[in-house]
């Protein structure tokens, strides 16, 4: 596969406040350590946002911040792929075509809403290069996770990890070497209820995001699941994982990136740590990786960039990508 396509703008932000681990700890587990509980976690701090932030106001926020680093107007995009993992503002209609009516585009950009739990950033950014590999380009991906909506201290676990947060990245057509290289996507249904939200419609109850897996099998299948979809890519590349200059992970907490680094042999200054700050954002985690990486690190044109996550489902995804800046 040579899919030519260039990232050719990204940005990202937390909305609203920041809130530190030790009072969530503190309503949701009493009695337990805070300062130890945010060390075994790796999460200091995350962002909840304001009641009045909506997906659409906050997706067209961050977009225009991308479209602005790209350099083009949002009149230049063809398609908008909008990325959620808690059914955006509004069942029916998608909420991409609120952030589209935010934005003052009525009827000359197309889009439609995405959902694959944690991988939903790696899968959009995956559809998102083929279409502009067969002319249907500039595309914007959009993520925009507000998972503070969704948890209570009755779910400790969700509710001392999961904060909000958005990021966006502007793909064009390549005019020198950028390409999708390799892309490999799974999904097993055996392991459904590890992660779930149900739909109010059908159960009447105010719902929250519960993590049912037990911690260890939790954490076994996200690092299997990250790790056989990366390497997967780099068999159907012909790389190994040194031959990768840099890496976006999808970050879980700060334990499940270690062990991701730990399962790859990967040094972490390969990537960009953000869960301390920003907490487990669901499919933003990603994106907010890679907009980190191309803000702070040396990425430059002619290297190798791998993007990879994994969620609820399970899903698990990974795309190797070759930079064009």
Known sequence: MNAPVRLAGS???LPGRPVETRPLVEAAMPGRDAESLAARIGIRTRHFADPADTVARVGAQVLGAALA???LP????????????HGGDHPIPATVNALLGEMGLHD???GFDLNNACTGFVSAVDAAARMVA???GPVAVVVVELLSRWISPAQPRSYVVLGDAAA???????GGPGALLAADFGNDARKLAAVTLAHGAFTGADEKIVFGAPGPDFFEYAVDGLTTSVRRVLDRAGMATTDVDWWAFHQPNGELLDA??????LPEDRTVRVVDTIGSVGAASAACTLDRLLATRPVRTGQTLMLCGVGAGASRG???LRVER
């Open 108 to 110: 000359v950009v197309g």
């Open 318 to 320: 990974a795309v190797l």
């Open 134 to 136: 067969t002319g249907e």
């Open 69 to 71: 680093d790209a350099g």
């Open 11 to 13: 940005a990202s932000l």
């Open 168 to 174: 966006a990245l502007v793909l064009t057509e390549a």
């Open 260 to 265: 991701f680094l730990s399962a790859l042999g």
């Open 74 to 85: 949002a009149t230049a995009l063809r398609r908008i792929v909008l990325v959620n993992s």
